[in-house]
């Protein structure tokens, strides 16, 4: 229990000589620290919500992913599938799918035969369709990755910035005062500290979020491209 007094204790301590550090701050540093802790706060609420968004995707690709290749039929995959709708995978298929009925049946009743190359068109349309669908759900995927990407890079360049600013001031405290007494040039210090953990606590939680969600978007669009190609092979395979 003393250990967990002494840790509280030796925590508040801390928190507080923070806080004095930044009240003691320039404006210029008081800047870059809200700009930082505001960046850090929306890569936060981005990475919860991307988390969740992903998270229900791929648990419902995995549903439509075994359905789809127990189901080799498309009209039974259609089916069994249509209450799949958060799946980026599913999305696309079912966008091809639909091309594939709607033209299928408007040709039909001009009384087009679809045989020879008129499979390979209705393919290709279905191809464009799936293919326009995949750009469609990755990019809704990919919203609010830039900003976790800016924040990352951006970040520890702001917090350098407040070391170099904070360096530069206790150069020309020094110069000021002909003396280089560590109560003279501390204060300095300590804004180019300040700035340079924030820099790194925004960026590192949106560095590594990032790559996530990159690894599991490819993972999506490489799962999405599987499964067009299977299902244009089935269109060729049986003459429509």
């Not at 007094?5 to 620290?33: C, D, P, R």
């Not at 919860?48 to 791929?58: D, E, V």
């Not at 359905?67 to 799946?87: E, L, M, R, Y």
């Not at 300095?188 to 560095?207: E, K, Q």
Request: net charge neutral.
């Amino acid at each position: 229990m003393v250990i967990d007094l002494n840790f509280a204790a030796n925590s508040i301590t801390t928190g507080l000589q923070l806080a004095e550090t930044v009240k003691n701050s320039s404006l210029l540093v008081n800047i870059m620290l809200f700009a930082l802790i505001a960046a850090s706060v929306v890569s936060l609420a981005i990475i919860a919500f991307k988390f969740i968004q992903y998270r229900l995707a791929a648990i419902e690709t995995a549903k439509f992913v075994d359905i789809f290749w127990k189901n080799k039929d498309a009209n039974d995959v259609a089916a069994k599938t249509a209450a799949i709708v958060k799946s980026p995978v599913s999305a696309v298929f079912a966008a091809g799918y639909a091309e594939f009925k709607e033209t299928k049946e408007s040709w039909e009743d001009k009384g087009i035969v679809i045989i020879g190359g008129k499979v390979d068109e209705i393919a290709a349309n279905v191809d464009r369709a799936m293919r326009r669908e995949t750009h469609v759900r990755i990019q809704l995927l990919e919203n609010g990755l830039s900003f976790l990407a800016t924040t990352a890079t951006a970040s520890p360049f702001i917090g350098l910035f407040g070391t170099v600013y904070g360096i530069m001031n206790a150069f020309q405290e020094i110069g000021k005062t002909g003396s280089a007494t560590l109560g003279s040039i501390a204060p300095h210090l300590s804004d180019a500290l300040v700035t340079t953990a924030f820099g790194l606590i925004a960026a590192i939680p949106a560095s590594i979020a990032f790559n996530y969600f990159n690894a599991r978007l490819q993972k999506f669009e490489n799962e999405a491209m599987n499964i067009a190609a299977d299902f244009l092979n089935q269109i060729k395979r049986s003459n429509v």
